[in-house]
Structure formats: structure tokens, C-alpha cells
């Protein structure tokens, strides 16, 4: 295996690491806004039932229903507070995602310019051989002529010259 073709084996060996990290990536994406959306429900209950609370509290305040309600409402404040740290997690998560692909991204852009170069280098290598081998050629070639051209001087000289 050439080097070139070693290092066009490095290049696509990076581009499906990179590629498999995008789809990481998204699924990091995905579960971060489905967290997000959890906790943003779990917020809107809250409110909401405090707000129902509040005024149900104007119109009746039994101690026994509201202590249900302090009760209920500390477990509520504890989910969000779980799902602020799963949110978080998934953030944390979604950013190392992040991280990975843009490293995979400059070693991937990396293997591709030294391939490029190579490949540039293997040109070049090969328009100096050509160009060595058609200066060969057209030297070959002028030998051949002024072989010929000596040749037909040689046979005019021992011609006798007609008279």
C-alpha cells in the first residue's frame, strides 16, 4: 500500500468517525430538548397550579387542604429540581458531543490536506518522469535524424558526381 493510498484510507476512516459522531451528536440534540421540554412542562404545571391554588387559598383555606398543597407542591419543586440536573447532564452530554465532532472535523480537514499535498507531490513526480521521458524521447529522436541526415551526406559524397 503507497502512502497515498494509506492516507486515502486514513481520510475515509476519519470521515466515518465523523460521520458516526454526527449522528451522536444529534441524538445528544434530540435528548437535550427532550429534557428541555420536560422540565419546561414541569415549570407551566407549577405555575399553573399555583396560580389555581392561590385563588382556590381566597376562597377556602382548610389546614388539612393545605397542607396537601404544600405537600404535593414540595414534591413538584423536587421533580423540577431532578430534571434541572437531567437537563444539565444532557447540556454537559450535548457539549461533549459538540466538542468530539469539532475534533473530529480538524482531523479529518487534517488527513485531507496532507492527502491533497501528497497527491500533488505524486503529480508533480509524474510530470518530471514524463517530462524526462519525452526529453529522452526528442533526444533519441535528433540522434535518429542527424544519424539520417549523416547517412544521406555519406551516400552523396561517394556518389559519383555526375557529369
Not at 1 to 30: F, H, K, P, W
Not at 37 to 60: C, D, P
Amino acid at each position: 500500500m503507497t502512502g497515498l493510498s494509506s492516507m486515502q484510507l486514513a481520510v475515509e476512516i476519519a470521515t466515518r468517525e465523523r460521520d458516526q459522531l454526527r449522528q451522536e451528536l444529534a441524538r445528544a440534540q434530540a435528548a437535550c430538548a427532550g429534557a428541555q421540554e420536560q422540565f419546561n412542562q414541569l415549570e407551566g404545571y407549577a405555575q399553573e397550579t399555583q396560580t389555581r391554588w392561590v385563588a382556590k387559598s381566597q376562597i377556602q383555606s382548610a389546614p388539612e387542604v393545605m397542607r396537601h398543597y404544600y405537600q404535593f407542591m414540595d414534591k413538584l419543586y423536587h421533580a423540577i429540581a431532578l430534571q434541572t440536573q437531567a437537563l444539565q447532564e444532557a447540556q454537559r452530554r450535548l457539549q461533549a458531543q459538540q466538542d468530539l465532532l469539532l475534533e473530529a472535523e480538524f482531523k479529518l480537514a487534517s488527513r485531507q490536506t496532507v492527502r491533497d499535498d501528497m497527491r500533488r507531490a505524486a503529480s508533480v513526480k509524474r510530470g518530471k518522469i514524463e517530462q524526462k521521458q519525452f526529453d529522452e524521447m526528442a533526444a533519441l529522436q535528433h540522434r535518429q535524424n542527424r544519424i539520417e541526415h549523416e547517412r544521406e551526406a555519406l551516400r552523396d559524397r561517394s556518389r559519383p558526381a555526375l557529369k
